[in-house]
Structure formats: C-alpha cells, structure tokens
C-alpha cells in the first residue's frame, strides 16, 4: 500500500502540468473583471484564488472534493461504534481528493499518533499568559510557540528545491494537525476546569482523543467529529484560509501562517460569530428569566439589534444565498439526538430561524437572511457542557486547521506565486468614473 504521502506525490506530479498549461498558453484568458464597489467592498466576488479543495456554490453550498456534506459523511470509513468518520481519513480526502481505505486511515491515525508529542515549553507559554487571556489568543500564541520546529523553514534555510517544497510543508501541517486537538482541550481544561488537563489516551482516534481530554462522554466525539469536519473548509477567499494562504505565499512556514490565520477567525464577523450567537441568546434568555420566548417577543428582539445597529450573529454570508448545509447538518443532529430535540435553547435557536429570516428581509441589507454554520453550533456544545462561549472559536480553529492546512501544501506543490494584488487610489477610482 502507498503511503499519504507517496499518493500525495503522485497527484502532485498529475497535477502539475495542469497549471503549468492554463498559466502558460492561457494565461490572458479573462475569468472576471474587477468594479468599484469591488475594489471598496471586501473584494466580494472577485475570483482570484485558486483551490481544489472545496468550492462554495452560493445556492448549494460546499462541497469536500466534489462531496456534498452528507456525501462525506456517507463515503468516509467511520470510528467502530460510531455513527461519524474518522478526521483522520478526512484530511486524506482534503489532501488527496480520494476517499481512503481502512487501511490507509489506519496509516493516518498511526502518523499521527507518532507525531502527537506536545513540547512542554507550548504548555510553559499557556501557563504563563494570564488566565482571563481569550481562548483564541491562546490558542495562537501556542501555534506560533512552535515555530522554531518548522521543517519547511529548517530545510529552507538549507537550501531546497522550490519542487520540493510542499514535502517540508507536508510534514509541518501533519505535526500542526497532530498536536491541535490536545493543546485545544489543554486550554480548555486550564482555563475553565480549574487547571485539571487529562492526558491523550493513545488508543484513541483524533475525535474519540479529544473528547476524552475534555473530559466529557459519548456521543461528544461524535459531536467533535462531526463538528472538525464540518468546520474544516470553505473555499479559499474566507478570512481565516485567505489569511493563512496569504502568509504561508511569502514562504513563511505553517506556524506562521496558521497562527495567521487563526487570528482572522477571531473576528466576530467570522469564527467568533458563534460565541456571539450563543451571547446573544443567552442575555435575551436572562432578561425572560429563562422562559422560551414567544415569536413576537423574538421579534422584537431582532429588531432592537438591528435597530442599534448591530448585526444578526450566526446569520447572512459573503458568499451564500440560502441556509448554509453545515447548520442543516447539526440541526439534523439536534433532531434526531434524544433530550436535545426537545432542549429549550434548540427550541430558541429553531424559533430564531423561523423569525430572523423575515426580520433581516423586511430590514432590507443583508443579501443573505439565512443563517450560517455559526447560528447552530453552540447549541450542541452548551448542551454537552461546554458552556464556555468564549471557547466555540477554538473549537472551529481545530477544524479549519484541517482545511488551510491542505491548501497551504498544495499551494507549495503547485508554486503559486507570493500574494501581492494592486491597489489605487480614490483619485484613480474617481478617474475611472469619470468624475475627476
Ligand atoms: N445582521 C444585520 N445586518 C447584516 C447581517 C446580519 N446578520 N448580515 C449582513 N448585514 C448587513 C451588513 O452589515 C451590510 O450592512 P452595511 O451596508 O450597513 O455595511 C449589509 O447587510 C450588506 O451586507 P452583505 O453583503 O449581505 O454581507 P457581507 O458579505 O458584507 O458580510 C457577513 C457577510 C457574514 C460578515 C454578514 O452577513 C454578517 O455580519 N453576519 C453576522 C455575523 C456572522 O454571522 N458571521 C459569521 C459568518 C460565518 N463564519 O463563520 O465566518
Ligand atoms: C467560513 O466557514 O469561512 C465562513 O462561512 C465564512 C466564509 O465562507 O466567508
């Protein structure tokens, strides 16, 4: 049997002649012009990045390698006892773009087992932070930690063949993948459990790993695998894998870039969003003394955020102009996991979809008035226990993990260029509309 990474080699050198070609005898091919509001707005639609990892369509939503998410979830070989696959044989699919055999997520598992080590110094710099430090800067800090072990940047210093370069970044991104999931629980534990980490059991596969170093049971790896795979990947232009991507083009190793990008999905209006959902909820919870509310109180509430003019969490998208699939899938969780169906706060975030949709249409702004995978996702954790908001960023951390880390190797294989668009300036923009 070949290795992950002799197959990964394999579709590498398949590949390469592909992009070689379209830059070479179609390089001046137009895919899109660039507008005003384009160049103002978030560059929103401009396609300039490339990536065979996921695509997002606006009406369908993502796919994995050409997989819709219940597709994934059906192809992948599942954890025995489980009802979710093994994260491991998911980033064989992220890298490879085929599904793996048994065997061949065994070899994952092993691999990273073998590389699952955390240095103590990445706990030594945790313990040093003050302990009301975010979670997420956390969570940063300790991937930049471990910087000074980057293969790439050793074997770059050495001097190493551009051709060779996603083979270092290979090895990085295993050892990033590896080590995530116990320095994530490790925060977990520290901040919020009164410092009581629980160490890796090495029987354990990635999802099963990371609930246990939580500290919490069945189904919660279950949730966790499902939770990293959903989180995994959204195309390349969304902050936290357009930052990583961006990074990692100046050569700047996987810790660098993935701690990047890390600190863009910080943001509220990306991976925070989730935290932000479950805040939000929970204040309007407590200001009903924890009653369900009715849909007209809902109502109200929607409007006075909107009114004081803040955004709806968890709802509308950049890309996205129907309810994202990865909010189906977990609200699909919630329905057929018995106590959760029927746990008041799903009951408040299935009246918050039933209600924001027409309040954020009628406010008339948002392009999208469905919600996105973060209006769904703290409702599971809370009701496994991990009521900690402010941690859901990391969480969905581990699973991007999985996704620009995927990118950021092939970028390296296929020798794309270092990041580096034009801007103007507005007296150009007013040149070009003719009012100057
Ligand atoms: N609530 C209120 N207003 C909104 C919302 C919302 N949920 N979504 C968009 N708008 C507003 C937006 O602020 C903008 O207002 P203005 O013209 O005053 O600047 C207007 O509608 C047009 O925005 P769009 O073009 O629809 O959205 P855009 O592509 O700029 O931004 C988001 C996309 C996701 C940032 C935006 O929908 C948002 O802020 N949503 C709430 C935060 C959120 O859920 N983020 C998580 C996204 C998923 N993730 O995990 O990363
Ligand atoms: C993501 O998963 O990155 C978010 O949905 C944001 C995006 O795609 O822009």
């Known amino acids: 049997m070949a290795t992950l990474k002799e197959t990964l080699l394999k579709k590498i050198q398949e590949h390469r002649p592909r992009t070689t070609r379209l830059v070479k005898e179609f390089g001046d091919v137009k895919i899109g012009e660039v507008t005003i509001a384009q160049a103002i707005g978030g560059a929103r639609g401009v396609k300039c990045l490339v990536t065979d990892i996921s695509y997002l369509d606006p009406m369908e939503g993502i796919r994995f390698r050409g997989m819709t998410i219940p597709e994934t979830f059906e192809a992948l070989p599942k954890v025995p006892g489980s009802e979710y696959p093994y994260v491991e044989g998911f980033w064989y699919l992220l890298l490879t773009g085929d599904v793996p055999t048994d065997a061949q997520v065994q070899e994952v598992v092993e691999d990273w087992k073998a590389r699952a080590q955390v240095p103590e110094y990445v706990f030594d710099v945790l313990r040093t932070m003050p302990r009301d430090t975010h979670p997420m800067t956390m969570f940063s800090a ?255 951390g581990v699973g991007r993990a999985l996704g620009v880390l995927a990118n950021i190797t092939w970028d390296r294989a296929l020798g794309y260029a270092i990041e580096r668009p034009k801007s103007v300036t507005t007296d150009m923009l007013e040149e070009a509309a003719g009012i100057k």
């Not at 994530?184 to 459990?193: D, G, S, V």
């Not at 059991?201 to 189904?219: E, Q, S, Y």
């Not at 969780?333 to 106590?339: E, S, Y």
Request: some cysteine.
């Open 142 to 396: 300790a991937i930049l930690a471990m910087q000074r072990e980057s293969v790439f940047a050793k074997k770059y210093a050495e001097g190493i063949s551009k051709m060779d370069y996603w083979d270092p970044m290979y090895e990085d991104c295993s050892t990033l993948m590896a080590r995530l999931p116990q320095i994530a629980a490790y925060i977990y534990r520290m901040k919020y459990k009164g410092d009581t980490p629980i160490a890796p059991d090495p029987d354990l596969d990635m999802g099963g790993n990371f609930a246990h170093m939580m500290g919490i049971d069945k189904p919660y790896d279950d949730v966790a695998r499902m939770y990293f795979i959903l989180h995994s990947d959204h195309e390349s232009g969304n902050v936290s894998a357009h930052t990583t991507h961006l990074v990692a083009s100046a050569l700047s190793d996987a810790y660098y870039s993935l701690s990047a990008g890390i600190n863009g999905l910080a943001g509220p209006l990306h991976g925070l969003a989730n935290q932000e959902v479950l805040r939000w909820t929970q204040d309007f919870m407590k200001k009903l003394g924890g009653e369900v509310p009715t849909k007209e109180g809902l109502e109200k509430a929607l409007w006075d955020t909107l009114n004081s003019g803040q955004v709806i969490p968890g709802y509308g998208h950049a890309v996205l102009r129907k309810t994202d699939p990865r909010y189906t899938a977990q609200r699909e969780f919630c329905l057929k996991t018995p106590g959760l169906k029927d746990y008041p706060l799903f009951q408040l975030v299935s009246m918050i979809f039933e209600v924001a949709p027409d309040v954020l249409q009628q406010h008339g702004k948002a392009k999208n008035p469905w919600p996105n995978v973060d209006a769904q996702s703290g409702v599971i954790q809370w009701y496994y226990g991990v009521t900690e908001y402010d941690f859901y960023t990391v969480l969905f």
